[in-house]
């Protein structure tokens, strides 16, 4: 991966593929598990992949502890990476960090991909929209984060010392980002109208986080919106069915302007 | 030495009924309020008796758990600064990283400083990593929550000339002017439960005394050298009065009676280790190369290993016996002669300290038998202790 520096803070960027920009915004776990999905989509795109401050090698400045913060972070690299207009796809936390962006300027946005996104909260103060990852038993966790865990989930006991610290400084960075309020803004909602552009919600049948029906609330108060079902898929529908989440995002890319 | 007594006021009644957390997700309708109340005035009277005894007192707070049903700390501490007249109450403490509100820590404080007459000794503490899911705070920057907290407690007690302002990163005031101040000056002595090297020198820095808990005979030394050596290196005068030992302590007119009050005791040391592994390492409360262990082993190994035999043995709290705990330092007990021989020897292997924090009631052992082993200990064990100061 290389290194870049944006503003006081340098940033891993992983870039694949050739064709029109795509910036990919990560979630909060499993990064390692992407590669498929990252090759898949490099066949039609330049894929850049930042890690976000704080997470895997990535600096973290005292500055960074909202996502907003990450938000106008990405705004400052659309503007000075050249990439022309480019398609924004987030998938979890990413898909928070990218609706935050999209409500502040859609200038260097031409297209919004949600994968099983959180950052807003539907229900009541009492209802839970978004499963409490840190209280789930691990068993219960996987299971609900994927359709099929052994398939998808790492075997942590077969990582390396370098690996599994990546993996624990991922988490310890979306609790930074995400701990309270719980994995949304509870100001988002309301300005989710300025999300102009065309916008694909994708969302794993399957997710036992934030279900199919959260996604399709998001989806409808987008006013661009068009929601997706991927088949025997969680919360990471990117890492059990790259080909099918990819393909969608090919055939969103040839879609007319609605 | 001075010696502390500590209960965590347990709620034992319901730990048959438990499984396997002994915290955080266990309901309260479990807690039966009649019960409760006469074990919080049996566990204040055994308190209260300790004024009689010339032994200090020590509180602690813990959250949603049957281990510990003292979940404000200054509130025995609120109770006994009337009862008692003589002995000094020390709270170990409070959880300042977890409490939205540092200003009422500090108004807490020095109210009980006032009452108490400048009795009080007053704990910091950044909590067990399963106090994180009660108090729903960020475990990612607990630690800079902590100090910043800890700062302005300090700023706030020792301020008296009206409101200063206050907008840090965690907590913002822009009328900070605590009253009452406390009695004591500058204020009351500041102590952190410590259990590891690095935050013996986070404390050695600024002075603090350090209660180093059951710790045991390995990992002790190293966490009391670090604190030495870094009060040396900032100049701090290096003295066995910031050092504090706490152990479960078990006397009886017999070898078999002293060692059956600590087996009861160590009901405490079974039970306290009971959570479900989900809150046992919430993100970034360890550094992420600590958590890649927790990672690697499902947060089975995350706390395992703590207590270690004299040989380097890794001990299981659960099943842990006396003898167990009296090699590994964790425990004294027997005679009184056995208990001060035990501790005399533990105090010089670590290189002396000035407090003993000790556990006289924990787990099971009932009233009678806490006011035996407390009275026992006064009158047998605490003149030779007393006289164990300085090395």
């Known amino acids: 991966m290389e290194r870049i520096q944006i503003n006081e803070v340098s940033v891993e960027l992983l870039t694949t593929g050739h064709g029109p920009p795509l910036l ?13 999905f990252f090759d898949r989509l490099a066949r039609h795109w330049r894929v850049v992949v930042p890690r976000h401050p704080g997470f895997g090698n990535s600096e973290r400045t005292d500055g960074f502890r909202t996502v ?26 990413g898909g928070w960090i990218a609706l935050e962006t999209c409500v502040r300027c ?6 919004l991909v949600l994968i099983d996104s959180v950052g807003v909260k539907f229900g009541g103060r009492e209802e839970r929209d978004i499963a409490d990852i840190y209280a789930l038993p691990s068993e219960e966790l996987l299971r609900r984060s994927f359709f099929e865990p052994a398939c998808a989930a790492p075997d942590y006991a077969r990582l390396s010392d370098d690996e599994l610290t990546s993996v624990a400084r991922d988490r310890q960075a979306t609790a930074l980002y995400a701990w309270r309020p719980y994995m949304h803004d509870p100001g988002l909602r309301q300005w989710l109208h300025r999300v102009r552009v065309p916008t694909l919600v994708i969302w794993g049948e399957n997710d036992g986080i934030v279900s199919p029906d959260y996604g399709r609330k998001l989806c409808r108060l987008l006013p661009n919106a068009r929601f997706e079902s991927i088949c025997e898929a969680g919360h990471y529908p990117q890492i059990e069915r790259p080909d099918q989440v990819a393909a969608a995002i090919e055939r969103f890319a040839r879609m007319e302007v609605l | 030495m001075k010696v502390w007594h500590f209960s965590e006021m347990a709620y034992h009644p319901a730990w048959p009924q438990l499984g396997d957390s002994y915290r955080v997700i266990i309901p309260n309708r479990l807690f039966d309020p009649k019960i409760g109340a006469d074990l919080y005035h ?27 049903a003292d979940s404000v700390c200054t509130i025995p501490m609120a109770i006994l600064a009337r009862e008692t007249k003589r002995v000094r109450l020390l709270a170990l403490g409070m959880p300042i990283g977890n409490r939205n509100d540092p200003i009422r820590v500090a108004e807490e404080y020095s109210m009980l400083d006032v009452i108490s007459r400048g009795r009080i000794e007053m704990g910091f503490v950044k909590g067990v990593p399963f106090e994180i899911a009660p108090a729903n705070t960020n475990p990612a920057d607990l630690v800079g929550r902590f100090w910043e907290a800890h700062d302005l407690i300090l700023k706030a007690m020792t301020s008296h000339d009206g409101p200063f302002n206050w907008e840090g990163t965690h907590f913002q005031y822009r009328q900070v002017n605590v009253w009452p101040r406390p009695w004591q000056q500058p204020h009351p002595p500041v102590w952190m439960p410590v259990g590891s090297s690095g935050s013996a020198m986070e404390a050695a820095e600024r002075g603090m005394t350090i209660g180093v808990l059951n710790t045991g005979w390995v990992r002790t030394p190293p966490i009391f050298e670090a604190y030495r050596r870094k009060a040396a290196e900032v100049g701090r005068p290096i003295t066995p009065q910031r050092l504090a030992y706490m152990a479960l302590i078990g006397v009886g007119d017999t070898r078999e009676e002293g060692w ?6 160590l009901g405490y040391s079974r039970t306290s280790g009971i959570v479900a592994p989900q809150f ?85 052992l009932d009233h009678d038998e806490t006011v035996a082993n407390l009275t026992l200990f006064s009158k047998e064990v605490l003149p030779r202790v007393e006289n164990l100061a300085v090395m």
Request: proline content about 3%; glycine content about 12%; hydrophobic content about 40%.
């Open chain 2, 42 to 68: 049996r566990y204040l009277d055994e308190w209260a008796l300790c004024d009689e005894l010339g032994i200090n007192i020590m509180t602690n707070e813990h959250h949603a758990t049957a281990t510990c």
């Open chain 2, 280 to 364: 046992m390492n919430p993100p970034g409360y360890a550094s992420p190369v600590q958590s890649a262990q927790a990672i690697k082993t499902s947060g089975a190994g995350f706390r395992a290993g703590r207590i270690q035999s004299r040989s380097g043995r890794n001990i299981d709290p659960r099943t842990m016996t006396v003898e167990d705990a009296i090699e590994a330092g964790l425990v004294f007990a027997g005679t009184p002669d056995d208990v001060f021989a035990q501790l005399h020897a533990f105090h010089a292997h670590v290189g002396g300290f000035g407090h003993l924090l000790m556990m006289g009631q924990g787990g099971l």
């Open chain 1, 68 to 93: 907003h913060d990450l938000a106008y972070l990405y705004l400052d690299l659309l503007e000075r990476h050249n990439f022309g207009k480019a398609t924004l796809v987030g998938s979890s936390l």
């Open chain 1, 24 to 36: 990919f915004l990560h979630g909060g776990d499993y990064f390692a598990q992407h590669r498929e």
């Open chain 2, 260 to 265: 059956r009050r600590a087996d009861q005791i």
């Open chain 1, 106 to 111: 859609l200038e260097r946005i031409d297209r």
